[in-house]
């Protein structure tokens, strides 16, 4: 079956002042229809680069190659109009920071109401049973629809978020750290309804976080990103059990489990490099305990649909 979104090759830079950006690095990533993906990384690798690159959005100074197909499409041959479509009808967004997305001084109903306006013709008292059911499955009372988004725990607006974003019935929803600010608590509750949503309408999931612990428990794959490149990609097992890139292994080891108190954040030693320098090498030579002469001097091989890691020592040992 054709792939939801299938990301070929994408290199995104910015040219600032102070010179060029070079955010993503020939990123391959896929997503099949009812999959759950998770993209993975410390923050400033590029994830939300990635994302707002699928959706066209934060384009300015931006130089992007590469090919984005959804649902078979190429992306970059839509027009604004297509685009504007596909965007909210098709590919929901829950962006980052987004439980202070919704307009707190316009009521629920009506935040919904209009989303539904944008994308379809439809009766009123349609769109109001339609985001009375979306409200029921997110577990918020349909009863307070007419209320404002203050009114709101911040848990319960990230659920409205969901609601929002599923509203349509999009192929694709993008999830960027919809998590992250919300007690471990709530987190564990919110990940799991975007989990059992997109299973219940069968929508396709890529969910973006820095955190591996708390997201992969949803996810059928996971994406390892560091510095803008895919480093390693899996099953949800594979990464678990038996991680193979150095930074996967540090990325695991980090942290306890969550729920295992008090929780011990140790981090990685080291900093990710410059988003301004070129590497010959591996980006990641500098915090690695195990590199060796080859990663200098030559790039390790790309991620692909085949080869799932990208470490001059995994292709080494085989
Ligand atoms: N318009 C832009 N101009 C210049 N640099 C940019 C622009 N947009 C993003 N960047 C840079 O791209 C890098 C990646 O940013 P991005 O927001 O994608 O990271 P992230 O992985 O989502 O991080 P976080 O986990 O903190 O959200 C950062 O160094 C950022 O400064
Ligand atoms: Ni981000």
Known sequence: MMPVLDIEGLTVDFTARM??????KNV??????????????????GKSTLAMSVLDIN????????QIRFM???????????????????IGFIPQASMNALNPLVRVKKQFIETIRAHVDMPEKEMLALSRDMLSLVSIDPERMNAFPY?????????????????????LIIADEPTTALDAMIQLQIIDLLKNTAREKNTSLLVISHDLHTISRICDRIYIMYAGRIVET?????????????YTQKLLS??????????RVKGIPGRPPSTLKVYQGCEFLERCERSFELCREKKPP????????????CHVEG
Do not use: W, Y
Request: hydrophobic fraction near 30%; charge should be positive.
């Open 254 to 263: 980090s942290r306890l489990p969550l729920m295992v108190e008090p929780v």
């Open 72 to 90: 078979g499409e190429d992306l970059q041959k839509l027009n604004r109009e297509k685009m504007r479509e596909l965007r909210g009808r098709h």
């Open 28 to 45: 391959n990533l896929r997503v099949e229809r009812g999959e759950i993906v998770g993209l993975i990384g410390e923050s400033g690798c």
């Open 19 to 24: 010179g060029t950006h070079h955010v993503l």
């Open 302 to 313: 790309e991620c692909t649909g085949r080869a799932r890691v990208s470490c001059h020592l």
């Open 151 to 171: 009114e709101f725990s911040g848990g319960q607006r990230q659920r409205l978020m969901i609601a929002l974003s599923m509203l349509l019935s999009p192929e």
């Open 59 to 66: 384009t300015r100074n931006r130089h992007m190659s590469g």
């Open 234 to 246: 899996g099953t949800k097992e594979e990464i678990l059990r038996s991680p193979r890139h150095p």
